[in-house]
């Protein structure tokens, strides 16, 4: 299926009919959802329902097609966004999820979670000229992604003539996928290499059902899988084989995007406690083994009062899963004002919409066990915003004399995460900095060792999908050139 260019004549013809203020007049669409009573029933019912066709039409209609869209400015894999939406505009569903495509491994991904609001929609028009809500990129592309896996008319991405060349992506996750799409399509024999049995990674095991089914990953996957990647699960490099290992079996190119699978804890009294888990066990063995399930082999911990240390989203999604696990009580403890919290200000909602519980500018200092070692209680205290910290957002300051005890059987502690450590400590020579994270030159995104590129949160510490996805896109690019030169000898 052949993509449009931006320049066709049908794109300027648009332009001249729709000039005017009957663009700017529509107002911008709402996602349709399932009622809150209905969708808290089950881990595995999707929140938001997706646009209608019609829906789809008139929010596309909103596109101005700017001559320079600053839209694409705030796209970390760089979409074409006029050019699909312009296409939904015609009616060419098929032809929007193609130009999607050209960019991007996980458009329906994307649909669904990138944090729209602070990327792509911040650049738009509306926002920055008109003072209006921006266009609703983020529901038009999974619109188009969800119309092409629904209809079966799936569009792949040109792949190049084989180089023969093999090159290995450690990590399934956003950027291992957006890695292995651009590579293969460059004509190298990409293998994918999963420590878990299911290939996703933080989309799999991080993000429940109720934002991102499973079977959209799969799709997604299964779409790279066609165009040529391979994939091995059960796999850790760096404990099952070393780099070195693979570099002798013929791999000459390189890209950990492993992520930052190593939990943190607040390290303060009581924190031993049965009952008290991180988040990501918590997710994992819900979203990937399936512990909301009443018969499962790997149960979690359910409780009547359930307390979720953070304000992220993914405190959004520990929150809300323990609310479908039967919770009375979820209840949100973070530090910070409600502002301050990272989480998408849709999560907020829909938590809230569901009855969990938000505890601002407070925050845990100790764990109270039962006589049998169970968590029953949680000691918080107040805290006030002092200036503000590196990161932009005030710090908060304890308030002296503010504790006070809040019932709870479970906590659930979503306060950050470390990258894997598996792979900066197996590869000899390889920069690391002091905070476990891979030195990578910011702009090729390769390391200190020639041939081996790194990208998302093994990088970042932590990080959206989209800019996850944007790393693997430009070490692809960077690795394309470097592998066209690349020596006999391999790294060195």
Same mark, same amino acid.
């Given at each position: 299926?052949?993509?449009?260019?931006? =320049?066709?004549?049908?794109?300027?013809?648009?332009?001249?009919?729709?000039?005017?203020?009957?663009?700017?007049?529509?107002?911008?669409?709402?996602?349709?959802?399932?009622?809150?009573?209905?969708?808290?029933?089950? @881990?595995?019912?999707? +929140?938001?329902?997706?646009?209608?066709e019609e829906m789809a039409l008139r929010e596309a209609k909103r596109c101005m097609? *700017?001559?320079?869209?600053? &839209?694409?400015?705030?796209?970390? +894999?760089?979409?074409?966004?006029?050019?699909?939406?312009?296409?939904?505009?015609?009616?060419?569903?098929?032809?929007?999820?193609?130009?999607?495509?050209?960019?991007?491994?996980?458009?329906?991904? *994307?649909?669904?979670? &990138?944090?729209?609001?602070?990327?792509?929609? !911040?650049? &738009?028009?509306?926002?920055?000229?008109?003072?209006?809500?921006?266009?609703?990129?983020? #529901?038009?592309?999974?619109?188009?992604?969800? #119309?092409?896996?629904?209809?079966? @008319?799936?569009?792949?991405?040109?792949? !190049?003539?084989?180089?023969?060349?093999?090159?290995?992506?450690?990590?399934?996750?956003?950027?291992?996928?957006? %890695?292995?799409?651009?590579?293969?399509k460059l004509g190298y024999d990409v293998t994918v290499f999963e420590a878990l049995?299911?290939?996703? /990674?933080?989309?799999? $095991?991080?993000?429940?059902?109720?934002?991102?089914?499973?079977?959209?990953?799969?799709?997604?996957?299964?779409?790279?899988?066609?165009?040529?990647?391979?994939?091995?699960? =059960?796999?850790?490099?760096?404990?099952?084989?070393?780099?070195?290992?693979?570099?002798?079996?013929?791999?000459?190119?390189? #890209?950990?995007?492993?992520?930052?699978?190593?939990?943190? %804890?607040?390290?303060?009294?009581?924190?031993?406690?049965?009952?008290?888990?991180?988040?990501?066990? $918590?997710?994992?063995?819900?979203?990937?083994?399936?512990?909301?399930?009443?018969?499962?082999?790997?149960?979690?911990?359910?409780?009547?009062?359930?307390?979720?240390?953070?304000?992220?989203?993914?405190?959004?999604?520990?929150?809300?899963?323990?609310?479908?696990?039967?919770?009375?009580?979820?209840?949100?403890?973070?530090?910070?004002?409600? !502002?301050?919290?990272?989480?998408?200000?849709?999560?907020?909602?829909?938590?809230?919409?569901?009855?969990?519980?938000?505890?601002?500018?407070?925050?845990?200092?100790? $764990?109270?066990?039962?006589?049998?070692?169970?968590?029953?209680?949680?000691?918080?205290?107040?805290?006030?915003?002092?200036?503000?910290?590196?990161?932009?957002?005030?710090?908060?300051?304890?308030?002296?004399?503010?504790? $006070?005890?809040?019932?709870?059987?479970?906590?659930?502690?979503?306060?950050?995460?470390?990258?894997?450590?598996?792979?900066?400590?197996?590869?000899?020579?390889?920069?690391?900095?002091?905070?476990?994270?891979?030195?990578?030159?910011?702009?090729?995104?390769?390391?200190?060792?020639?041939?081996?590129?790194?990208?998302?949160?093994?990088?970042?510490?932590?990080?959206?999908?989209?800019?996850?996805?944007?790393? /693997?896109?430009?070490? !692809?690019?960077?690795?394309?050139?470097?592998?066209? =030169? %690349?020596?006999?000898?391999?790294?060195?």
């Amino acid at each position: 299926m052949a993509v449009s260019d931006r =320049n066709t004549d049908w794109r300027k013809k648009l332009r001249e009919e729709t000039k005017g203020k009957e663009r700017t007049e529509i107002e911008r669409v709402k996602m349709p959802e399932l009622e809150p009573a209905e969708r808290i029933k089950s @881990q595995r019912l999707e +929140v938001n329902t997706g646009l209608t066709e019609e829906m789809a039409l008139r929010e596309a209609k909103r596109c101005m097609d *700017c001559v320079n869209p600053t &839209c694409m400015e705030g796209c970390p +894999v760089g979409i074409d966004i006029p050019g699909f939406i312009k296409n939904i505009e015609r009616r060419a569903f098929g032809e929007a999820a193609a130009v999607l495509k050209q960019t991007s491994a996980l458009p329906a991904v *994307c649909g669904r979670v &990138c944090p729209q609001e602070k990327q792509c929609e !911040a650049k &738009c028009f509306y926002i920055q000229k008109l003072k209006k809500e921006p266009v609703a990129i983020g #529901y038009l592309e999974r619109f188009a992604a969800d #119309y092409e896996r629904e209809s079966g @008319q799936v569009f792949l991405p040109e792949v !190049a003539v084989s180089t023969g060349i093999r090159v290995a992506a450690i990590g399934s996750g956003p950027s291992g996928l957006s %890695f292995a799409g651009d590579m293969v399509k460059l004509g190298y024999d990409v293998t994918v290499f999963e420590a878990l049995h299911e290939i996703g /990674g933080v989309l799999k $095991y991080g993000i429940p059902e109720f934002r991102l089914p499973n079977k959209v990953v799969d799709v997604e996957v299964d779409n790279l899988r066609k165009m040529g990647v391979k994939f091995v699960t =059960n796999f850790i490099v760096g404990l099952t084989e070393s780099i070195e290992e693979l570099k002798a079996e013929g791999f000459q190119g390189f #890209y950990v995007g492993s992520g930052a699978g190593l939990p943190r %804890f607040m390290n303060i009294p009581g924190e031993n406690a049965n009952g008290i888990l991180s988040s990501n066990e $918590y997710l994992t063995r819900v979203n990937l083994m399936g512990a909301d399930q009443e018969d499962a082999d790997t149960p979690v911990f359910r409780g009547k009062n359930v307390v979720v240390v953070g304000g992220g989203n993914t405190a959004m999604d520990s929150v809300r899963t323990a609310k479908r696990l039967g919770a009375e009580r979820a209840i949100i403890v973070y530090r910070r004002s409600e !502002a301050e919290m990272p989480a998408r200000i849709e999560e907020v909602k829909h938590a809230k919409e569901e009855g969990c519980e938000f505890l601002t500018l407070t925050n845990p200092v100790e $764990y109270v066990a039962n006589e049998q070692g169970r968590v029953k209680q949680v000691k918080v205290q107040k805290m006030a915003l002092g200036e503000p910290d590196e990161s932009g957002r005030r710090s908060p300051v304890p308030v002296e004399g503010s504790e $006070y005890l809040i019932d709870a059987d479970v906590v659930v502690v979503a306060v950050g995460v470390s990258p894997n450590p598996i792979i900066p400590h197996s590869v000899s020579g390889l920069e690391v900095s002091r905070k476990g994270t891979i030195v990578v030159d910011e702009n090729t995104m390769q390391s200190t060792i020639p041939g081996l590129y790194a990208g998302g949160d093994i990088v970042r510490g932590g990080a959206t999908v989209i800019l996850a996805m944007g790393d /693997g896109r430009r070490a !692809a690019f960077y690795m394309d050139k470097y592998l066209k =030169n %690349f020596k006999s000898d391999g790294m060195s």
